[in-house]
């Protein structure tokens, strides 16, 4: 399709050229054959008085209108002038020029299709690079979740204390857990809605000997244990304890513990669950059910 564009544009500059140079040689024969001025032709150089005495005695019996036929002689048309080799070479360097300037407009325009198609198929590559690493980066992260440790709380009944519960820690993960924090509170309250927003837990004591408890995989260890009888020492009065067993009031038992992988790095950030117990005191027997809202029981 080029090719055939080049050879039109080719023959289309070359029929111009020769139409100009076809006009120039008209204009010099035109010229040619119009009579110079000032130069008289040979029918005006006959006098006057011989055409008069002609006409007189062209008839027989004395002038008439008749006019016998006259023959003129013009200049004969100058050859035209050949074609200058100088010339022909010019034009012939003109054409090709021509040539050459419009095959490599095509052939540029043809490199920048090529580079804008390029650079799609480059973009095109840049995102689908983008989007596998990050579902790579995705795929390693569901697979490191997957392999570490976690730490939930369940309760269970106590074997030897009667109306007695244990609340216990156990490792569902896949690696080992290394326990390194435990905090347990308690607070009466009329109900959920009565509780803090954010769970309030009291401050580490110094002195008190760091936890450092390992769970390996399907491990529990247990974090608190409460009872019936444990429902008086709370109580700083009869009243109080007469609210609690007629339901006004209740026990809330709540805590968290901070665990590490013990396969990742020292400088990994500790993990935390929270978790939230009520009480419940019957006539008779007692219960422990886990309860509170979503920021008592949080798993990080």
Known sequence: MQLKGLAVFAIL??????????????????????????????????????????????????????????????????????????????????????????????????????????????EAAATAAAESAQAALIHAQAILHAERPWVLVTVTPSPSIENGFTVIATNRGRSPARVIGIANETRMAVGEAQLPGIPEYSPVDPEMPAVSIILLPGEFTS????????????????????????????????????????????DEPASETRWCCRYIHGRQKSGLVMAGTQEYNLHT
Request: aromatic share 8%.
């Open 13 to 122: 500059l070359a029929v111009s050229q020769v139409q100009l140079a076809a006009s120039g040689q008209s204009g010099d024969h035109s010229a040619a054959f119009r009579p110079a001025q000032g130069v008289p032709s040979s029918s005006a150089a006959v006098p006057a008085t011989a055409a008069g005495a002609a006409a007189r005695t062209d008839c027989q019996n004395g002038p008439c209108d008749y006019q016998p036929p006259h023959i003129t002689i013009a200049t004969p048309a100058p050859a035209p002038a050949p074609w200058p080799l100088q010339e022909r070479i010019a034009w012939g360097a003109n054409v090709l020029l021509a040539l050459v300037g419009y095959a490599g407009i095509l052939l540029a325009l043809s490199t920048l299709k090529k580079i804008e198609r390029q650079t799609k198929y480059g």
């Open 223 to 266: 974090i608190r244990n409460f009872c019936r009888d444990d429902v008086r020492g709370l109580c700083e009065s009869e009243g109080k304890f007469r609210r609690i067993e007629n339901w006004e009031e209740r026990i809330f038992l709540y805590g968290k513990i901070d665990y590490k992988n013990l396969m990742a790095p020292p």
